[in-house]
Each structure stands twice: as C-alpha cells, then as structure tokens.
C-alpha cells in the first residue's frame, strides 16, 4: 500500500498504473479517516469492483461551518492505515489542508435544491463544501467509480444530482448502513458520545424501525402520522434534541405531504432523523418502497 500526501505524487503514480496496465480501474473511496466498520464496508466493495483501491482522508474545512467540530473532529492516522492495508487499499491520499486548498477557493460547485432541506438547512453551505472537494478529488483521482455510504442518504442524492448534471465521467456506488450489533448507525463522531448519550442515541434506529413497522401494518398510514411518530418515539429519550425527523421521496427529497398515504406512494420513501445527544449531532435514516410492504401482506 503506498501512501501520498501530495496531488502531483498521487498523479504520478495512477499515470504509470495506467501506462503499465491497459483498462485499470480505479475505485475512490472518499473519507475524513477515523475509519469504522462503516468505511470498510466501502474499501470492502471498492476491493471487488476495481483493479486499484483509492482511499481518500481529508477533514475538509470547507464543509464545516462556524463554531462546528472541524479542529476537534477525530483523527488517527497510524490506525487508519493499518485499516487501510488490512482490506487490501492500494494507495491511500492524505493531503494536507494547503495542498488542497492553497490559496483562497473562487470556484465551488454548488448543487441547487436538493441542498437546501435536512442537513443543508442545519448546516448552510456544508454540502457546497462537499460537492467541491468531490470534484476536486474527481479531478484528481479521475475514478471509474467513486463509493458512498447511505448513512449520508443526502450526500449520495447530491452528489448523483452532481454527476449527471456535470456529465462526470463516473459511476457512484452506494453502500448500506453499517451499523452496531445494537442498531447505533456507526460514525467517526460516535466516540464523542457520553455513556448516557450512547444508551439513549439507540432511540434514532429504534424510531425508524418502529415506524416502518407501523406504517407496513397501517397504524401509521400518512406521512403526518408517521413524522408524528418519529417524533414521538424521539423525544421518549430525555437527551434527545431533535433537529429535524421527516418523511421525504428519495432521490428528489421533497416533502411528502402530510395527507399523503405512503402505501399509495410509488417510488422510494425516505426516513431522515438528525438527533443532537449532548451536543453531538447524528444523523441517521432508512430507505424503503411503502408499496412493496402492501404487496407482501
Ligand atoms: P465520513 O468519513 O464520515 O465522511 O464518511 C465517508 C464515507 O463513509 C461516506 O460515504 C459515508 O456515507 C460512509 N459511511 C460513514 N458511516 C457509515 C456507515 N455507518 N455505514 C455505511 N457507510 C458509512
């Protein structure tokens, strides 16, 4: 596994992989490191689709905003790696701030609409950040195919907006959620958690769960009756604090409305939550065809 903290280094070395080899391709992983099973769930993948893995690690400070976690976010480089080189990465890219922002950026890629509900509400500007150092890594990588978890439904959305807008010359692999034996959605910021936070974060999985459940049975059987359900079940934990619970179409994300029957629904529901436990903000989701739980009953 070889290592580059530089873009004309990385460029480089995939030149000659591709002079010395005809048709390589090239699996991008993009993350911000603190790697968990989530992670390696897409090196995993990545490994069985590609001929060379690339593993991304960059906090990228343009998709933080004031006052958020961007100097405390966890880092541990050595371990990292070691994850890196146990599922079988080839090259892994650790720039540093200033080689990939050198001087003030002018140019961001900015994805309309899909950006400005859910986690683009809460965190202005936070998905221009992502949409940007996605293309840069695009540009500098050049993958066949770049890998994303669904834990982040929305970034996969955008980013799909993103690509096929920008006619990209590449294919976006999503992955499940990976998530702990007890439901927890696995996440870097999951270290941040008080024993009490943890107990009670249990809550986000467990809501998403018991509405589809109801919503398969009928007892919650509009949109209203589901979100008022969520909510419910949330706000049952006394840490809880709810940023936002909703039911929106996926990939569009648009609200489904409250007199909405979601069993009449015809194409992809999705379930979002983002729940802050003692100050530290999770996300979490399910994605699921209300139509296809009519057809089994
Ligand atoms: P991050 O390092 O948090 O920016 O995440 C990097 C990639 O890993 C993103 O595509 C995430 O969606 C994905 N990821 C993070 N957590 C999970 C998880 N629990 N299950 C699946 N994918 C995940």
Do not use: W
Not at 62 to 82: N, S, V
Not at 152 to 166: I, S, W
Not at 220 to 248: C, F, G, K, Q
């Amino acid at each position: 596994m070889k290592v580059f903290r530089t873009i004309r280094e990385l460029r480089e070395e995939l030149n000659s992989c591709k002079q010395s080899q005809s048709n390589v391709s090239v699996g991008l992983v993009p993350t911000m490191g603190y790697l968990h099973d989530g992670h390696a769930s897409l090196m995993t993948r990545a490994r069985g689709m590609s001929d060379i893995v690339v593993l991304s690690i960059f906090v990228n400070p343009i998709q933080f905003g004031p006052g958020e976690d961007f100097e405390t976010y966890p880092r541990d480089e050595e371990r990292d790696l070691a994850l890196a080189k146990s599922h079988g990465v080839d090259i892994v890219f650790i720039p540093t701030v200033q080689e990939m922002y050198p001087k003030q950026v002018k140019t961001k890629v900015v994805v309309s609409e899909l950006t400005s509900q859910l986690c683009g509400a809460s965190r202005p500007g936070h998905f221009d950040g992502v949409t940007t150092v996605v293309s840069k890594l695009f540009n500098i990588v050049k993958p066949n195919r770049a890998f994303f978890g669904l834990k982040d439904a929305q970034q996969v959305a955008v980013l799909q907006q993103m690509v096929t807008d920008l006619n990209m010359d590449v294919e976006l692999i999503t992955c499940p959620i990976i998530r702990e034996a007890d439901g927890l959605a696995l996440s870097s910021r999951n270290v941040y958690l008080s024993q009490e936070d943890r107990t009670q974060a249990l809550v986000l999985s467990r809501s998403l769960n018991e509405v589809r459940e109801a919503i398969d049975c009928g007892r919650a059987a509009t949109a209203a009756e589901a979100r008022l359900m969520l909510n419910e079940i949330i706000r049952s934990a006394p840490l809880a604090v709810i940023d936002y619970a909703e039911v929106l179409s996926f990939p569009e994300l648009s609200r489904v409305e409250d007199e909405t029957v979601l069993v009449d629904m015809q194409g992809e529901v999705i379930m979002a939550l983002a729940v802050k436990f003692g100050g530290t903000r999770l996300i979490d989701n399910m994605l699921f065809k209300p139509k296809e739980a009519l057809l089994l009953v």
